[in-house]
Every structure is written in C-alpha cells, then in structure tokens.
C-alpha cells in the first residue's frame, strides 16, 4: 500500500480553507411512512477546514444553524424546531469537530465529535476527496463528499408516531451528506 502524502494528492495545498455556502450543501435523508425517504438541508452553516503538510494529520470544524432547515416544507420545517426534535430556541447549532483522519484501503474517514440538541456522540464521515482547482476569480478551492449515518434516539430526536397500518412514521437512522466545497485562505 502506498502512503498518502501531500505530494501523492495532484494540487494538494496545505493551509486552512472556508466553506464555500453557494458551492456547498449539509442535506440529510430519512425514511418516512416505511416507504420511501424525506430529504431536508440546512440552509446557514460553516465549516473550517486545516489541510496539514501531512493529509492524515488534517482537520476540520464545522456549525449548522438548526433554525435554518428546510425540508420544502413549512409546517414540517416548523415542528422539527420544536422540543419534539431540534429544539432550536435551546440548542441553536449543530456541530461537528474532527478528532482524525484515516485511510483505510485507499479510502478516508473522518472521525470526530458530533453534537446534536446538546449531545455529543462520536461520528465517522467516509470521505470522497473531488480535487482541486482554481475558480474563473482566482480562489483556489477543494471539493469532496462526505457521508455518515446516525441513530436518532441518539441524539435526544425520539419523537415518532405509530402508523395506523403498522410501523413508525419515522425511520430511526439519519443519513447525513455533505456537498462541500472550500476556498484556501491567504
């Protein structure tokens, strides 16, 4: 197995990076009614990445405004900024923190610490590196996709409802996806 360096990454720069928000996405799916998935985003985050001489040794933070998500939705949007979910009013931001990176078989993890409705349970995001390039105003930026599973009840998000033909109206795994892209910092 060859090892991943810096210089093993066609256009890698070590620095720190900001989210690009117009380039970028924080979306989520879960299952709905047992048969098929509702789909929502966050429409105000942030995110910081530090891209070290040494890939592994990277690092990212990131925030999500709870208040802004936005499932298409309006009374849906609503009641997930209620106590029954978010609880926007007490817990204003979702975030994550990376406590690693990892390359396992030629493909990256990053594990950190994600915090939900004030808990705090570690996550592993599998991440697909897009690459590097320069935007037609001069900004050198990196794209990547990044991807995880959560338990709801983890998190304190256990509100449900029993559907009158059997089941839950709410599946209990979350799917987060990331959409990113980020522009180095001078």
């Known amino acids: 197995m060859t090892e991943t360096t810096a210089a093993s990454i066609p256009g890698y720069k070590a620095g720190t990076w900001t989210i690009d928000p117009t380039h970028s996405e924080v979306g989520f799916s879960i299952r ?6 509702v789909k929502g985003k966050f429409e105000n985050f942030e995110a910081t990445f530090v891209t070290a001489e040494n890939p592994l040794d990277s690092s990212v933070t990131a925030t999500a405004d709870v208040a802004s998500i936005n499932t298409n939705e309006t009374n849906r949007d609503g009641h997930l900024r209620t106590g029954d979910f978010f609880d926007a009013e007490t817990y204003p931001t979702i975030n994550f923190v990376s406590t690693g990176v990892r390359e396992v ?11 939900i409705k004030g808990i705090t349970k570690p996550a592993t995001f599998d991440f697909e590196f897009g690459g590097f390039g320069t935007d037609p105003y001069g900004n050198y930026k990196a794209g990547a996709t990044a991807k995880t599973e959560v338990t709801r009840a983890d998190f304190g998000l256990e509100y449900n409802a029993a559907l ?10 979350v799917t987060i996806t990331l959409e990113l892209q980020a522009a180095l910092q001078a």
């Open 32 to 37: 709905h009614l047992m048969i098929s998935k």
């Open 105 to 115: 078989k030629g493909d990256f993890f990053v594990d950190g610490d994600l915090t």
């Open 164 to 173: 009158e033909t059997g089941g839950l109206l709410l599946g209990e795994k």
